[in-house]
């Protein structure tokens, strides 16, 4: 049977990349459309002041599927939006898309690890290895950029490694850095940011929900006490809120469980690894960099293997199929020569270069799955408290 056919994600009318240009303009400021891309359609309520709050790996239908363990945001999620990660639906990814309200093929983070042409080699967009210039590799003016350029203040939050790494420097560049360590301090610092200038926009980052979800699975007892941990913050935040100021609550991608005999390895599947020169990308999303001329075998070899599974485009078909939305030339060989969309339930791994902890890793992300690609959007106004 074939495999189901996710949707490519709907850039221009409900994604990620439409977040932070529509953040803006409720701030009164207007982000420059980049030539040739598509319309920004997601509208948000006037405000002075905005706060966004990115939870790493807490998709829309985990939250809907464990609210028992949040009754804070139960109680709102009839007013919870839900819009869609690009592709793939990996964090560095995601973060060129909030970072600079542009589509993957647009702002060219298109995957957990790509080729740096010039060289053989992957670079993994997350831990930024081996060195490449960020701002050469992300060339678009960031969305922080053009609202501290407009006078407003903007301050991101994190964990004091996040200043100045690759990653940041790529996709979330512009105002000012605070580093903070728990979650109760990046609330305090939050509120703190929020009231210290009449307009303000302030970025927070918790990473702890994608890592316990990677390492218990995103179905565990020890998820669901830190969507509660989450759920708490939320709230204190929402009380904390200036009567003109906005919360946003949103997620980077969603995740699903996959037991490990139900993946594949490429150390044990030579059929699959012939003609691969680099296998990049995530485990529920392979990009895979041929030898030359192996293209059209290893994409007939892996479509052959995994019927059913998976879908398996090339990249000319990926592309125009619009998974990474319009693509920039310089963006292109960036793109696997084939790519894989893991349905529910499989992934690739590779023991001969993968980490063991990285083969060890119960929840994946990275595929067009709803699981994987759809992420809540919360707003909550502070004169709404009542």
């Not at 006037?46 to 807490?58: E, F, I, M, S």
């Not at 599974?309 to 310089?330: E, K, N, Y």
Request: aromatic share 4%; charged share 20%.
């Amino acid at each position: 049977m074939p495999a189901s056919r996710s949707p490519a994600p709907p850039y221009g009318v409900g994604t990620l990349s439409e977040l932070m240009p529509a953040v803006a303009r409720s701030l009164d400021v207007e982000t420059a459309p980049p030539s040739g891309q598509l319309a920004q359609a997601l509208r948000l309520a006037p405000t002075n002041r905005a706060c966004v709050l990115l939870v790493d790996g807490l998709g829309d239908l985990l939250l809907r599927e464990r609210a028992g363990h949040a009754p804070y945001l139960r109680g709102l999620l009839d007013r919870t939006a839900t819009i869609t990660a690009g592709f793939p639906t990996t964090t560095a990814t995601s973060m060129g898309s909030l970072g600079t309200g542009l589509p993957p093929g647009a702002h060219g983070l298109v995957g957990y690890e790509v080729p740096v042409p010039e060289r053989d080699e992957l670079l993994n967009e997350l831990s930024w290895e081996p060195a490449v210039d960020p701002r050469q590799w992300q060339r678009e003016t960031t969305v922080w950029q053009q609202v501290a350029a407009a006078g407003v203040e903007v301050v991101r939050i994190g964990p004091a490694f996040f200043d100045c790494s690759g990653l940041t420097e790529a996709a979330l560049r512009g105002g000012r850095f605070v580093a903070a360590s728990t979650l109760d301090q990046r609330v305090d610092a939050a509120l703190a940011a929020l009231r210290s200038a009449p307009r303000a926009l302030v970025y927070v980052y918790w990473g702890e929900v994608d890592k316990v979800g990677h390492e218990q699975g995103c179905g565990s007892w020890q998820w669901g006490e830190e969507l509660a941990k989450v759920d708490l913050a939320v709230a204190r935040l929402v009380a904390g809120l200036p009567n003109d100021a906005t919360l946003h609550v949103c997620a980077d991608h969603g995740m699903v469980d996959v037991p490990l005999h139900q993946r594949l390895d490429l150390a044990h599947e030579p059929d699959l690894a012939t003609g691969v020169r680099h296998a990049g990308g995530e485990p529920r999303s392979p990009q895979l960099y041929c030898e030359p001329g192996q293209a059209p075998t290893v994409l007939r070899t892996w479509a052959d293997r995994l019927a059913g599974q998976a879908q398996v485009l090339s990249r000319a078909d990926a592309i125009a199929a619009g998974w990474f939305g319009p693509v920039q030339p310089h963006v292109v060989e960036r793109i696997g020569e084939v790519i894989v969309a893991c349905d529910t339930g499989m992934a690739v791994m590779d023991s001969r270069r993968q980490r063991p902890q990285v083969l060890r890793l119960l929840g994946l992300h990275g595929s067009l799955t709803p699981q994987e690609s759809l992420v809540p959007l919360l707003s909550v106004a502070g004169s709404e408290r009542g």
